[in-house]
C-alpha cells in the first residue's frame, strides 16, 4: 500500500492504496504504479525527435555506394565477437535502444530487411528527416495532425510518380536483374566484384524460378564427411534421410544401475546392445539404399557395419542441413524403420567428395530439384565472410522480390529527385498549412540524395542542384554519378532498383514517421521490484569482490570454521548430547529400539519378492487374536495389531506349495512331523531384511515351520515398542503356535536385541512348567548396561567422567533393562549360544558372561565361537557351512557329544565349542 496525495485547489485529499498519482496538470490526474515515469505533450514529443534522429545520425554514414563501415562489439574476453558492417539491419539490431521512437525506426528497419531485403538504412534515415523536418513545424505552432495529414497526402503524390516512372523488364529481365544485383552489391564489401557476384546472384535466381524460396539455395553441398572405409563417391543414389539414435552400442555404465556378478555379464550386456544395433542397420539398409544421412551422431560400430554393406553414411548433419536434404533431394526425413514402403527415399545422380581452398565438402549433382544451387563464399577473416554473406543475402533478397514484380526504377538517387519534384509541384496546388509538410516530406526526400553525395566527399549542394533542374525540366532520369563526381543518366550508367524497394522506403518511412507524431504521451511502466536476495552473506560478497579479496575471505571463512565446527562438535556431543539424554530417557528407548529405521512401500504380502525360497503367508495377529488366546501375560492397554509371517518347510513348501491357501497353511502347523520355530530379530527394520531373509531359508531348509514376527511399532504392527510390551508380542506368538500345533516342538530362536526377548520369555515359559524345546541365541548380550558401555554408538562418550550418571542411568530410569544374565538362570532346556568373534556391535565377551552365568546356575547351555577371520560379525553366522549338522545334533540331543566337537575342530579350526 502507498500513501497518495492528491491536490485540487482548494482541497487537499490524503489517503493510501495500492496506486501513486503523478502530480496534475491542469484539471488531469493520471493514475499510475509507483516509480512509474510519464512524459506529456512537447517534452515526449521532444523525445521521439530526438531518438529519431539520433538512430538517423547513427546509419546514415553508411548510406551509398561511399558509405562508412561500422564495427560492433558484443562480449568480452574469450566470448568478445567483432562485426564489421554497412547493412542497417544489421547494425540496428545489434545495437541496444531505450528510446521508444528509436525502437520503432529499428523495427522498420528490420521489417524492411525481411520484406525486400534492401533498403534498410534508406528506410530508417528518411523517416529520421521527416521527424527532423516535423520538429521545425511543430515549433512553428502546427499542429501534428496537420503535419500527418500533409505528409499522407504527399505519400500519394510520390506513389504516382514512382509508379509512373516504373518500367517492366518483360525480355529484358536478366539484364535488368544484374544491373539491380550490381546496384545492390555496389554498396557492400563486395562492390570491388560486383560483376562476379551479380551473375552468381542473378543465376541462382533464375533457376529458383518465380515461386522460388531462398531457403534452397544452399540445398546440394553439404559440409561433411562419409565415414571410415566406406565408399567416397556413389552414382545412382539413393539417400535415406534420418532423424535417429545410432549410438546405442556402447553400455553407459556411468547413467544405469546394472547389477552383476562378473565381468563376463557386462560382456554379454555389451554383445546385446550390439546385436540390437545390427538389427537396427539391417533395417536401415533393407531399404535398399546405398546412402544413410542422419543428423545424429554414428558411432564406431554402426559405421563398420554400413561400410561392411557397402553403404555410405553421413552423420552429425544437423536439423537445418537434413531439412534442407529432404527439401533437394525429394525425400522425407524417416525415424523409425519398421515399413520400408512407407519411407521415402531422396535420390540424386552422383555424391562426391569435392575440396575448395581447405575445406573438403560433399556435393550431390542432378538432384530431382533442379532448381537449386549453392554458391560457396570465402575470406580471409570471418568478419569479411560474415558481411560478404549479408551483401549477397541482400541481393538475392532483392532479386526474388524483383522477379515476381519485374518493374524497374531509376537509382542513384534519381526516384527520391522524381518523387520530391513531384510533391513540390503538388504542394502549390494545396492551400493551408498541409502545403508547408507536404514540402517538407519534399525536402526529405532531397536528404537521401544529398547524404549520398555526401559521403562520397562530392559537393552535394551543387549535384542536387543540377539534378534538381533536370527533374524540373522532366528529365527523371538523371541521377547522381558517385563514381566521376558529377550528375549523370542512370539508365546509361546501368543504376536500376527495384520498385518494391523504393516503395517499402517510401511508405515504411512515411508511417513510422507518422506514427511517432501522433505520440503526445510516453509511459514507461514502473520496472519490477527485486526480490530480496536470499543468497548468504558469504555468497553476496564473493560475488561483489575482487577475486584477491574472494581468496582473502575464502581462507578467513574457512580458518574460521576450522576453529568453530570443532568447538561446536564438542559441546554438541559433550553437554547436549548428555544432557538431553540424562532429562528425557525417554528418547534412549527410541534409540535403542530403531523402530523408525524403515524402508517405505513394502508389500508384506509378496515374500518371494523379498528373496524368502519356500512358499509362506502373511498374517496380523489383532486385538481380538490376543484377548481370545490364552496369554501368559498383560498384552497392554494398546493392545496392538502385530504381523507375522509364515514360512512353510522346504520339503512341504516343494510338495504341496502351490496348491496350498492361508488356511491350509495355518493347518499344517499341526500336522505331519516338521517342528516350529518362532523367530524373534534384533532392533531396525522388519521381517523383510535381507539377512533375515537368509536366515529364513536356512531354517526352512532344516524342514521348519518359521514364524517371524516384527514387535509392535516395527514394520507395519502397530503401537509403541517397550520391553513389557515386546515381551506380550513374544508370548503372543508363542501361545498362537501353541494352540495351533498343541503336539509339536516348539523351539526359539533369538537374535541381537531378539536374545534379552527371547531370553525373558523362555525364562517366564520355564517357570509356568511349559517351556519350548530348546533357546538359541545368536549374537546375545548378557545385559543392556554392558551393550551401552561397549556398542560402538557410545564411543564418543566413554571418556566422560559422568558417562554411567548420564548414559548409562537414565536408560535404566527409562524402563530398559534386558538383565538376561539373570533370567538365563532359569531356562530349564537346553541352549545354544552361538556368536562371531569379529563381531563389533555386541562383543563377544558380553556373550561368555552370558554363558558363564548360565554356568553358574547349572544350565544345560553350548557355547559355539566362530573365529574373526570367517567374517561372520553381527548378522551372518548362519553362513557356516558347519551350522546344519550342529542344529540338527542339538535339536536332536539337546547338547552337542564330544565326538562332535572334535569331528569340528577338525574340519574348521576357526570354531570353537564349549559344552
Known sequence: MHEITIRCEPFTLQFKCEYDFVRKKGSDILSLYQNAQEERGETARLSSFVGACAIGDLV??????????????????????????????????????????????????????????????????FAAELLREAEVMVGQRIHPQVIVSGYRK????????????????????????????????????????????????????????????????????????????????????????????????????????????????????????KDKMKQKVEKICSHDINVFINRQLIYNYPEQLFADRKVMAIEHADFEGIERLALVLGGEIASTFDNP?????????????????????????????????????????????????????????????????????????????????????????????????????????????????????????????????????????????????????????????????????????????????????????????????????????????SRHAIMATLLMRVLGLAVVFPVFLSVFLYLFVPALFFFCPIIMQHVFFLNFVRVPFVDYYDLAHHGVRSRGRN?????RDLKTQKSTVNVGNDEPTIGVWHILPTSLSAEKGTKMNDKDMERSLNEGSNAILIYLHGNSFDRTTRHRCELYNFLSSMDFHILAVDYRGYGDSTGRPDENGVNADAHAIYDYARKKASSKDIYVWGHSMGTGVATRLVAELSDLGTPPKALVLESPFNNLRDVVRHHPFSFPWRVLPWFDATIVRPLVRSGLRMNSDDRIQSVSCPILVLHAEDDHVIPVKLARKLVDSAKTAKREVTYMEFDAKLEYRHKFIHRAPELPEVLREFFANGHLQQRSKNRIQRENEAVHVEL
Request: proline content about 3%.
Open 619 to 623: 498374517f496380523y495377529l489383532r486385538e
Open 154 to 273: 504527399a505519400v500519394r503524390v510520390a506513389k504516382d510518380a514512382l509508379e509512373k516512372v516504373a518500367q517492366t523488364s518483360g525480355e529484358h529481365l536478366r539484364d535488368d536483374l544484374l544491373k539491380i544485383a550490381k546496384t545492390s552489391l555496389g554498396s557492400k564489401i563486395l562492390s570491388q566484384h560486383s560483376e562476379h557476384f551479380a551473375k552468381l546472384a542473378v543465376d541462382a535466381v533464375l533457376r529458383l524460378g518465380p515461386n522460388g524460396a531462398l531457403d534452397s539455395i544452399q540445398g546440394f553441398l553439404l559440409e561433411k564427411k562419409p565415414g571410415m572405409y566406406q565408399p567416397q563417391r556413389i552414382e545412382d543414389a539413393k539417400i535415406l534421410i534420418a532423424n535417429s539414435s545410432m549410438d546405442q552400442d556402447k553400455i553407459k555404465v556411468f547413467g544405469s544401475r546394472i547389477r552383476v556378478d562378473s565381468v563376463a555379464k557386462i560382456a554379454e550386456l555389451e554383445q546385446a546392445e
Open 341 to 545: 514402403s512407407e519411407v521415402k527415399l531422396g535420390s540424386c545422380k552422383l555424391i562426391e567428395e569435392t575440396t575448395i581452398g581447405e575445406d573438403t565438402l560433399l556435393r550431390f549433382s542432378g538432384v530431382p530439384l533442379g532448381n537449386a544451387c549453392s554458391v560457396v563464399l570465402r575470406g580471409s577473416t570471418q568478419q569479411i565472410i560474415d558481411e560478404a554473406e549479408r551483401s549477397l543475402h541482400d541481393a538475392l533478397c532483392v532479386l526474388s522480390t524483383h522477379v515476381k514484380d519485374q518493374r524497374v526504377v531509376p537509382g542513384a538517387g534519381a526516384s527520391e529527385m522524381l518523387m520530391a519534384t513531384a510533391v513540390l509541384a503538388e504542394s502549390q496546388k494545396v492551400a493551408g498549412k498541409e502545403s508547408i509538410a507536404m514540402e517538407a516530406f519534399a525536402r526529405a526526400l532531397t536528404k537521401l540524395p544529398t547524404i549520398i553525395c555526401d559521403n562520397a566527399g562530392l559537393d552535394s549542394a551543387e549535384i542536387i542542384s543540377h539534378v534538381r533542374a533536370e527533374h524540373s525540366k522532366g528529365n527523371r532520369q538523371f541521377g547522381i554519378d558517385v563514381e566521376n563526381g558529377r550528375m549523370g543518366d542512370v539508365f546509361e550508367l546501368g543504376v536500376l532498383e527495384s520498385y518494391n524497394v523504393k516503395l517499402g522506403v517510401l511508405c515504411s518511412g512515411a508511417e513510422a514517421a507518422e506514427q511517432l507524431l501522433r505520440v503526445d504521451c510516453i509511459i514507461k511502466c514502473a520496472p519490477r521490484p527485486r526480490t530480496k536476495d536470499r543468497r548468504p552473506p558469504l555468497i553476496r560478497a564473493l560475488l561483489l569482490q
Open 60 to 125: 546514415k554514414t553508411t548510406l551509398g555506394p561511399k558509405g562508412m563501415d561500422k564495427i560492433l562489439i558484443s562480449g568480452s574476453g574469450e566470448h568478445q565477437n567483432v562485426q564489421v558492417t554497412n547493412d542497417g539491419a544489421t547494425i540496428l539490431k545489434s545495437i541496444g535502444v531505450d528510446n521508444p521512437a528509436a525502437k520503432v525506426l529499428v523495427d522498420i528497419s528490420l521489417t524492411q530487411d525481411k520484406e525486400v531485403g534492401d533498403g534498410t538504412t534508406s528506410v530508417t534515415v
